[in-house]
């Protein structure tokens, strides 16, 4: 089991800047493939970023590559989102979401709202 806990939201003004977190605890957090998700009201929850926490390779949406990069710390089980030029359709819950690699568990945290707005 895994326990992921979302922090770093907030209200930030159209060409801004905010870092996200997600804390994991419960299992170790090399073995899996980190995700950060958004879902906008009225749309459906989208991929945002992803790293494969063993070997640190990432991919990303279209609409957020280039402003923001996922990063992870192995040692203190924890990922980030850095977000810049954060525009007003960047606007979501960001959710966290973990994905064991070689054992089944997909697991997900409670969200975090972020606010882009002047």
């Known amino acids: 089991q895994v326990q992921l806990v979302e922090s770093g939201g907030g209200l930030v003004q159209p060409g801004g800047s905010l870092r996200l977190s997600c804390a994991a605890s419960g299992s170790s957090f090399s073995r899996f493939a980190m995700s950060w998700y958004r879902q906008a009201p009225g749309k459906e929850r989208e991929l945002v970023a992803r790293i494969i926490n063993f070997d640190g390779s990432t991919n990303y949406a279209d609409s957020v590559k280039g402003r923001f990069t996922i990063s992870r710390d192995n040692a203190k089980n924890t990922m980030y989102l850095t977000m810049n030029s954060l525009k007003l359709e960047d606007t979501a819950v960001y959710y966290c979401?973990?994905?064991?690699?070689?054992?089944?568990?997909?697991?997900w945290g409670q969200g975090t709202q972020v606010t882009v707005s002047s």
């Open positions: 979401n973990a994905v064991a690699l070689f054992t089944t568990g997909n697991y």
